[in-house]
């Protein structure tokens, strides 16, 4: 059995290009529909409920498109709005957490994993809680990362100033002794250099990204779902606000083959006004 | 003649309670409603037409609150809305934007000023078109710092990483030959002492907050909307997404009495889903 349809990849922004691009290289046949959020974007500050309106109604929008599977590209959204998606979308839903906590247990040596994100990711206690259920005495040191997305967004990849930043985020993770990073914010694989410049090799990076898109292909084979061979990939982009330069510098980082993105409103459900 | 309705402040987010500050100081009799949309900031990097809804929406609530007056204390909301605004509002409407331009034209001796705000605020030319309406051959560097915000919103304020990220925003502006510069984004005053660390005593900071409210007091006058003596000024908060560090970091730094901060829906205007 296949299913030409379709996967539904929502973000805040655009940082979930990042996945996008790790599904792209992983699963060539499959048709990606990216639905980016970008007229609301950061999720990363905002509270819980917010974000999972916003969750709710940007993935209601995918559903709409007919997409077969859906995947949370969002750390934040995933952190805060997958239990309520599982229960209430009609398709299979996978989130960037569960994939990056797995694959930082599998790395870990000395059980003490480091993760970094937004606020909202961080004070959600989501990757804790998805590393505990894997390994109860794991310790783990969690830390918000709130200027990394801006950096990454003004394309200052490879700088001295964001190498900074860098150390000024990470020093502390490395004193503790942490042996595993997670990059729990898909706008992060852009730093790995940089990051595992100052972390050295003796630190395991784990990037969300490629581990959510390797959950998907899981996924997709344990419910039939792939797409028949040669079905043709192809990468649709959709934003609710125009791209901005950030579009750019992920497309040449990712070197992605993004054709014209298309512009969606947000329909809100009505209200009394 | 005079009018006890409270004066209504609107942000994008939490920056623009510099503005509710420069109102509270000088004008002290006067009671302040600011309404800061914490749950879609920042407005800095959205399109026209985004922010241009936003803003309406908000300013609706402000009129629904029966406020006297209306202060746009967001420079991407006032760069981006204010015409719309001011024709269509039943309350006068003032900006950030011109009472900041004509101070700038007031300070510069070289005739060539500096302006840094958001990427939405440099890129409207918002500041360009109000500073050459007061003098055409005004020379004016202009530079979006999308850096600053989240690092004023990290608390680094006196810090060596933010004088770095300034030093590289700046840098090209002082070698312009500018003498006079405008924060234009009402986070920036938060960050005055170190800009003028960078740009010496040779450059004029022009605080668009101040010179706002400045520019509100006149309005006020010219109106009859004064608060009678002994009104008993005060200033009550309201946002779209509960606060986060920020609002302490703010308070703190601004030295900022707030009661009870209240949370608002933002109500949409019903549409068909």
Redesign the interface.
């Known amino acids: 059995m296949s299913d030409s349809r379709a996967i539904g990849v929502f973000d805040s922004g655009i940082g979930g290009l990042t996945v996008a691009k790790a599904l792209c290289d992983l699963l060539p046949n499959e048709k990606i529909f990216y639905l980016g959020d ?4 950061p999720y990363g ?3 819980a409920s ?1 974000v999972e309106r916003y969750s709710s109604e940007m993935t209601q929008m995918l559903i709409d498109q007919g997409v077969k599977l859906i995947v949370i590209a969002c750390n934040s959204a995933s952190a805060v709005a997958l239990p309520t998606l599982e229960n209430t979308l009609p398709v299979p839903v996978i989130g960037v957490i569960k994939p990056g906590a797995q694959a930082a247990i599998v790395a870990t040596r000395s059980h003490h994993i480091g993760v970094i994100g937004t ?1 909202a990711t961080i004070k959600s206690g989501a990757y804790e809680r998805a590393l505990r259920a894997l390994d109860p005495k794991i310790d783990i040191s969690a830390r918000p990362c ?2 990394l ?3 990454i ?2 394309g200052w990849l490879e700088d001295k ?1 964001t190498d ?2 860098i150390a ?1 985020y990470l020093q502390p993770l490395v004193q503790d002794g942490i042996d595993t990073l997670v990059l729990g914010c898909t706008h992060y694989p852009l730093l790995a250099n940089a990051i595992a410049r100052f972390v050295g090799d003796k630190v395991a990076i784990v990037d969300s990204a490629r581990n959510c898109a390797l959950a998907t292909r899981e996924l997709l084979d344990r419910q039939s779902l792939r797409a028949p061979a040669g079905n043709g990939g192809a990468l649709e982009v959709a934003l609710t ?2 791209p ?2 950030f579009l750019r510098v992920a497309r040449e980082a990712l070197q992605l083959q993004i054709g014209e993105v298309q512009l969606r409103e947000v ?7």
């Open positions: 970008t007229a609301r974007v500050g905002k509270s917010t606020r709130p200027l997305v801006p950096l967004e003004e100033l900074s930043v000024r606000d125009p901005d330069i329909l809100h459900p009505a209200r009394a006004s």
